[in-house]
């Protein structure tokens, strides 16, 4: 599997920037998109820069390649999906303590309309 997912010599440095602190880093960006009640979609505009952040990373104390297409995009969907967690995770807390006489927890990632 080494080369498939990640180029560096272990798994750990993956694990370690694309997925704790990328990761990590993506699900605070998506958390504070949902809080300043901001669309949806700003959250993948943002995962793009931070997938090249996590790409220079993985380069410059790794000695990872730059300029890989594909690994960019691996980082970058680690990220989104981080990040679209941490959004959706922030909008259901939002939705339910703000609007509690409408909506109430239906689950961590869903809320519902309560009966009138």
Same mark, same amino acid.
């Given at each position: 599997m080494q080369g498939w997912l990640y180029?560096?010599?272990s798994l750990g440095v993956f694990l370690l920037v694309t997925v704790i602190l990328g990761g990590g880093a993506a699900a605070l960006a998506g958390r504070a998109v949902a809080t300043t009640w901001r669309p949806w979609w700003q959250v993948g505009a943002y995962m793009l820069i931070l997938g090249g952040a996590v790409r220079f990373i993985h380069y410059a104390l790794f000695n990872g390649t730059l300029l890989s297409l594909y690994y960019y995009v691996v980082d970058t969907a680690v990220c989104l999906a981080f990040g679209y967690l941490g959004f959706r995770i922030a909008r259901v807390r939002q939705m339910v303590s703000q609007y /509690? $006489?409408?909506n109430s927890h239906d689950?961590?990632? /869903? $809320?519902?309309?309560?009966?009138?």
């Open positions: 180029e560096e010599g /509690r $006489w409408i689950g961590p990632l /869903r $809320w519902r309309r309560t009966a009138p």
